[in-house]
């Protein structure tokens, strides 16, 4: 029988969505109001062929993307649960690329001043739509290119979008870390453990993300009672960066932020889970 799917409560995750995105416009509004901002704003990313102000495009349209979107008149779309939409993203790839390049071009592509108001404007139309009643509304549906969601469901993918940039842009500006928010973190990691776990079913396998997240997957014999044969652990932010696609199997378990043992513990075969 498949685990019962993971509920996640929506006033705590409005309060952490409200919380990552106050710190990712105050990440962007400080790196803007550096003397060389224009210098960082042209760094590359992990991304691809994408710079920093592209990044910050990105997020932008991620953040105002719900509100600008709120009272479209829903088509009837395929229901899309979380998992599923951990696992499809990847296909929208391009029109996200396009996407962001069209921002960064428009109005992104100012000076670094006006790139800290745009990306504030976003940002503020996020928080401010946390605080309406549409948003605490159980039944609400959201449709997306992928389906169609409970809104607050859509806001857990936010969650996804503002940790992992986040983290991208950490990388991207050569920073130690970004100060996520606990519990942002928290549904991220359990999210991203639960869509590997309903991809590779099974009982063989044993991932921990001490403290937030255990899950059970990929095929073989299924562990019953003590120390399962194997177990993979590793922290939240690694294996956020694994499941993303953002670090290396190999080279996280070389440099012990992966602890794996047992003869099915490789897991780079499944990695990512989000594209």
Sequence with gaps: ??????????????????AQTGALRDAVRQLCERPDA?????????????????????????????????????EGRAPLDLPGWVSAVGTVAPLLDEQARARAAGDFGGDAASVAQAFTRAADALTGLLDRPEAADPVRRFEIRLGSMTLADMLVTRLVETVVHADDLAAALGLDG????????????RLLADAFADRTPGGAVELRIPPYAVVQAVEGPRHTRG???????????????????????????????????????DLREYLPVLG
Excluded at 1 to 18: E, F, S
Excluded at 40 to 60: D, K, M, N, S, Y
Excluded at 178 to 185: E, K, N, S, Y
Excluded at 236 to 248: E, F, K, M, S
């Design 1 to 18: 029988m498949p685990p019962k799917p993971r509920t996640y409560q929506p006033q705590k995750v409005r309060t952490a969505l409200a």
């Design 38 to 74: 224009e210098q960082w704003l042209a760094r590359p990313t992990r991304l691809g062929e994408w710079t920093v102000r592209e990044l910050i495009a990105h997020l932008a349209v991620q953040l105002d993307f719900v509100p600008e979107h709120l009272d479209d008149p829903l």
């Design 178 to 189: 970004f100060p996520h928010d606990r519990q942002a973190v928290a549904a991220v990691t």
């Design 227 to 265: 120390t399962p044969p194997n177990v993979v652990e590793t922290d939240p932010l690694t294996w956020i960066r694994l499941a993303t696609g953002r670090a290396d199997w190999a080279a996280a378990v070389d440099a012990a932020a992966v602890s794996a043992s047992g003869e099915r513990s």
